[in-house]
């Protein structure tokens, strides 16, 4: 069967089981770049993210005596509880193989939506190699990409899109190993071949953009990125060539703009976006998509980020929007020269959200202290005048951040 008719047959399947998600107008980005742009939210979806989809479509395609059979995988977060989900939904037993260091919470969440888990390996290849070897023992492999089944489910997402916003001129989507966007933009080109498909990359980890570019599949070396659900080092055979074909153009993203993007969507429209699901908006911010004003939709394809690992990213997107500033200050060791130096601070209307004094270490000449100081402010020409009023009254900057 023809993948963009087995896309159409995935839609009546799953369609019972899984989340409609909405597809939302965004005003503050439509304004901030001259288009008319929509969020795709499968943050919304099932599991938080748009793997429950691709892994129910297959699992539900077995046949009678394969469902009587274990389903293992190898992940490190969103397929994981996708395939743990949809297994315990269809009465099925399934293991799920995720590196030693994946985060706690998501153990947690696969545990508990059914899956059993075994850690093993430093990384999500070597936990795949795990994987493997339990299917030689007889357990139904389901890979996360790399299969037709698991890309037509993840590509009833694009035929929601077109009924959504039928005269949609481009689709921006977050690509690993290329499973979410050769769903896509199969059956989009297929519908509506005129409609640009543009994926987006983290820097760290350019597997298919490599690809592209070598006419070939290549195997990179990954970095770590905060879009940790697109860190695919190497893109699937089965999703390159739809992509060689039916994608118009990959870009890359770097991770202070992936950053930006999480908090950009966390202020002004309440999504929570992990960092896979953010380099849509943080592609179209960064101004790299070239399409004419017209409607885009963005595919913000999860939203399971760590809550500890969220809060650094708030601080790096406020710190590098200049909305925190970091101040290291050199002080007379003597009494109110704390206060005279917060007190400017306060002239200019910063907000003290920590301050750390330190006398013994090393670099502190005898006789004075170190004053760390973090600042919440307005943006880059507050932090300009806060340094520049500072060194006025003679004060020793020695780091700024």
């Known amino acids: 069967m023809k993948l963009w008719k087995e896309i159409e047959r995935a839609e009546d399947q799953i369609g019972k089981v899984i989340l409609r998600t909405p597809v939302i107008y965004s005003d503050t980005l439509s304004k901030l770049t001259g288009k008319e742009i929509f969020l795709k939210l499968e943050n919304l979806q099932k599991t938080g993210s748009f793997k429950i989809r691709g892994a129910y479509y297959k699992l539900s395609r077995l046949s009678d005596p394969k469902r009587g059979r274990e389903v293992v995988t190898a992940s490190a977060g969103n397929h994981a509880q996708g395939v743990a989900y949809a297994s315990s ?9 995720m590196p030693e ?18 850690l093993s390996g430093q990384n999500t290849d070597e936990a795949l190699c795990h994987a493997r070897r339990m299917e030689e023992g007889g357990k139904i492999f389901i890979h996360p990409f790399d299969d037709e089944e698991v890309i037509a489910g993840q590509g009833t997402i694009g035929l929601e899109i077109l009924e959504e916003v039928p005269d949609v001129e481009g689709i921006i989507v977050p690509v690993g190993g290329g499973g979410l966007i050769s769903g896509i933009a199969t059956i989009v080109k297929k519908r509506r071949p005129r409609v640009r498909i543009i994926g ?10 490599a690809s592209l570019r070598k006419k070939r599949i290549v195997e990179v070396e990954a970095e770590p990125t905060l879009a940790d659900g697109i860190a695919v080092r190497r893109v699937g055979e089965i999703t390159f060539p739809i992509i060689q074909k039916r994608v118009d153009e990959i870009v890359t993203v770097e991770e202070d703009e992936i950053a930006s993007a999480i908090l950009l969507l966390m202020e002004r429209k309440r999504i929570v976006a992990e960092g896979a699901g953010a380099t849509p908006v943080a592609a179209l911010l960064s101004k790299q998509v070239k399409i004419k004003p017209g409607k885009l939709v963005l595919v913000i394809s999860g939203g399971n980020i760590d809550v500890h690992l969220l809060d650094r990213i708030i601080e790096k997107g406020l710190t590098q929007t200049g909305r925190m500033a970091r101040f290291e200050v050199l002080l007379r060791d003597v009494p109110g020269s704390l206060t005279k130096l917060t007190g400017l601070v306060a002239q200019r209307q910063a907000n003290i959200l920590h301050i750390i004094h330190e006398r013994a270490a090393r670099d502190i000449p005898i006789g004075f ?7 919440e402010t307005r943006g880059p020409e507050q932090i300009r005048e806060i340094k520049k009023g500072l060194k ?6 020695q780091k700024l951040g």
């Open 101 to 118: 260091g994946a985060p706690l919470a998501k153990q947690m969440a696969t545990r508990a939506y059914g899956g059993e888990v075994i």
């Open 200 to 209: 987006v990359q983290s820097s760290h980890v350019p597997s298919a953009l």
């Open 392 to 397: 006025e009254k003679g004060y020793v900057l």
């Open 369 to 375: 202290s170190k004053v760390i100081l973090i600042l």
């Open 89 to 97: 939904l269809l009465g099925m037993h399934s293991t799920i193989v």
